[in-house]
């Protein structure tokens, strides 16, 4: 007995665990990110509502706000355009303001990098299980990936992807909290469809 539940602990099926465990996710990424804009805010003596100027992330209105599909690929995609904005910033941040040293801030900035390559692996987990795998998501084309060319808008722009990343990652908490058992209904319905079908082969 102790081998099977080693087993199904490290490979969990696609249910509300797994859901339950990518808000988890979501929720250490939300704790490391306003750490990285306290510790950003306080290298460029930055005050917390310095930038308010929209969304640099932009993905399409809910088709259904009772489709898990639909709400979580919504998730999915923001974080992933946040990814890639992320990255861009940090090739520009070392590009143009590195020192080559490895602080505190920098420290952090990996952690969140990382926390973000996690949740959005669990979510394109989460995607496959509700068979969402087959829809498209949007790649970073029309992000502001270039940024800015004075210094001072440099940074600004860095302190929106920052917020920007924020933002996401509380509505993917918020988002896969309700969806966990939503999504282990649809995955119990799928599988039985599946059974079904193949009791008829």
């Not at 490391?32 to 308010?52: A, G, M, N, P, Q």
Request: hydrophobic fraction near 35%.
């Amino acid at each position: 007995m102790g081998t099977r539940r080693t087993t199904g602990m490290s490979a969990p099926g696609p249910d509300r665990t797994t859901a339950s465990r990518a808000a988890a996710i979501a929720e250490q990424l939300q704790y490391e990110c306003s750490i990285l804009l306290e510790l950003y805010r306080k290298r460029e003596s930055f005050t917390e509502v310095l930038v308010d100027d929209g969304h640099l992330v932009s993905i399409p209105p809910p088709s259904s706000q009772s489709d898990p599909k639909d709400q979580l690929w919504r998730v999915h995609s923001a974080l992933l355009q946040c990814h890639v904005l992320l990255e861009r910033a940090i090739a520009r941040e070392e590009e143009e303001l590195g020192t080559g040293k490895k602080r505190e801030y920098e420290t952090q900035r990996k952690k969140v990098k990382d926390r973000l390559s996690l949740i959005l692996m669990t979510t394109e987990d989460l995607l496959k299980a509700v068979g969402g795998s087959s829809v498209e998501t949007p790649s970073g084309q029309g992000l502001e990936l270039n940024g800015p060319t004075t210094l001072f808008e440099l940074k600004l722009w860095v302190y929106r992807i920052l917020q920007e990343i924020e933002y996401w990652t509380k509505m993917a908490v918020t988002t896969l909290r309700e969806l966990s058992p939503l999504i282990a209904k649809d995955q119990a319905r799928t599988t039985r469809v599946k059974g079904l079908r193949s009791a008829q082969r």
